[in-house]
């Protein structure tokens, strides 16, 4: 199974129903969907299910819930081609993400690019 992109031709939709089946696959539950964010669209794994989600995509790597400042909260975000999203502050939780497939580019204010 390919991975797929984003581009004009493929709705944002399918590629989150692409995730959505590899997440199945798995047997990792879905709590919700979101298909109509202004950047995409975002998957939301059931909470019990946060285990075996970061065993797959974060695999080697072990994040506690004191390293995160409370229980995981695992989901898939997709991002449509120029979508962008806007820089969040959270006192009360850690992010941490993995970008799966496709480029990205992110900033972290006027001066810094990565």
């Not at 794994?45 to 974060?58: G, M, P, R, T, W």
């Not at 449509?80 to 970008?99: C, D, F, K, M, T």
């Amino acid at each position: 199974m390919s991975l797929p992109v984003i581009t004009p031709e493929a709705k944002v939709h399918e590629v989150i129903n692409y995730y959505r089946d590899i997440l199945k696959s798995h047997s990792i539950g879905i709590d919700h969907i979101e298909y109509d964010r202004p950047w995409g669209g975002e998957i939301w794994v059931k909470n019990e299910f946060s285990s075996s989600f970061q065993d797959i995509y974060f695999a080697g790597t072990k994040y506690s819930d004191e390293d995160l400042q409370g229980p995981p909260t695992p989901k898939f975000l997709i991002v449509a081609p120029g979508g962008r999203l806007s820089w969040q502050y959270h006192n009360r939780r850690q992010e941490i993400w993995r970008v799966v497939t496709g480029p990205v580019g992110v900033i972290l204010n006027n001066s810094d690019f990565m």
